[in-house]
T-cell receptor, first 114, second 114 residues
Framework: AQKVTQAQTEISVVEKEDVTLDCVYE???????LFWYKQPPSGELVFLIR??????QNEISGRYSWNFQKSTSSFNFTITASQVVDSAVYFC???????????FGAGTTVTVRA | EAGVAQSPRYKIIEKRQSVAFWCNPI?????LYWYQQILGQGPKLLIQ????????DSQLPKDRFSAERLKGVDSTLKIQPAKLEDSAVYLC????????????FGPGTRLTVT
C-alpha cells in the first residue's frame, strides 16, 4: 500500500504566484517523521524540513511554509511568491520507527515560468 | 562540511555487464542508505547500513545486487549482471543514525543499461 500520496503530478505557475503541494500519508504508528525534499534539475535531493508526529505547529522558513494536520494525515507545503529557481520535483516522505527508512511519494513537478 | 560524495556520476554499460558505484558519507554519520530512483518515480530504498552492519536489505535484488560498507565508512554497490530494467539513478544518503534524523543525499550515479 502506498504510504505517501502526492496526488498532484505537475503544477505550473507564473512567477510570484503561490503554489501549494499536497501530501497525504498513511501509518499505524503514533511516532513518525515527515520530510520534504527538493530535487532540482541537477538531480541532487535537497533536504527541506523534518517534522515529528508530536509537533503539529506550522512552520515558516522564508518563502516556504508547511501545514501539518494529523486529523487529516496531511503535511502540505506552500511556496509563497514563487521564483524560477523553485522549479524542481518536490518529494514528501515518511519515516516510521520500525525501520526509519524513507518512504517517498511519487513527487510533484513544479514549473515556475518567468 | 563536505556532503555525500558519489562516483561515477554517469555510467553506460551493456546488459549482462557488471558495474560498481562508490559512496563516501558525511563524516560522523553512522547510517548509510542506497536508493534506486527510476525516472518519474520517488527513490526506493535498496539497502540500509548502520555502521558496518546491514539493517534492511529486503528490497535488494540479491541475485544480482550486492553492497558492502567496510570499516563503517565508504560503501560500494555492485550490480552483476546488469539488466535493462536496472537503468536508473542510484542515490547514496547518510544520516547521523537511523532513528528518524534527516538523510542527506549525494548527487547520484545515473546508470544506463543498453
Amino acid at each position: 500500500a502506498q504510504k505517501v500520496t502526492q496526488a498532484q503530478t505537475e503544477i505550473s505557475v507564473v512567477e510570484k504566484e503561490d503554489v501549494t503541494l499536497d501530501c497525504v500519508y498513511e501509518t499505524r504508528d503514533t511516532t513518525y517523521y515527515l520530510f520534504w525534499y527538493k530535487q532540482p534539475p541537477s538531480g541532487e535531493l535537497v533536504f527541506l524540513i523534518r517534522r515529528n508526529s508530536f509537533d503539529e505547529q506550522n512552520e515558516i522558513s522564508g518563502r516556504y511554509s508547511w501545514n501539518f494536520q494529523k486529523s487529516t494525515s496531511s503535511f502540505n507545503f506552500t511556496i509563497t511568491a514563487s521564483q524560477v529557481v523553485d522549479s524542481a520535483v518536490y518529494f514528501c516522505a515518511l519515516s516510521e520507527p520500525n525501520d526509519y527508512k524513507l518512504s517517498f511519494g511519487a513527487g510533484t513537478t513544479v514549473t515556475v515560468r518567468a | 562540511e563536505a556532503g555525500v560524495a558519489q562516483s561515477p556520476r554517469y555510467k553506460i554499460i551493456e546488459k549482462r555487464q557488471s558495474v560498481a558505484f562508490w559512496c563516501n558519507p558525511i563524516s560522523g554519520h553512522a547510517t548509510l542508505y542506497w536508493y534506486q530512483q527510476i525516472l518519474g518515480q520517488g527513490p526506493k530504498l535498496l539497502i540500509q547500513f548502520q555502521n558496518n552492519g546491514v539493517v534492511d536489505d529486503s528490497q535488494l535484488p540479491k541475485d544480482r545486487f550486492s553492497a558492502e560498507r567496510l570499516k563503517g565508512v565508504d560503501s560500494t554497490l555492485k550490480i552483476q549482471p546488469a539488466k535493462l530494467e536496472d537503468s536508473a539513478v542510484y542515490l547514496c544518503a547518510s544520516s547521523l543514525d537511523g532513528t528518524g534524523y534527516e538523510q542527506y543525499f549525494g548527487p547520484g550515479t545515473r546508470l544506463t543499461v543498453t
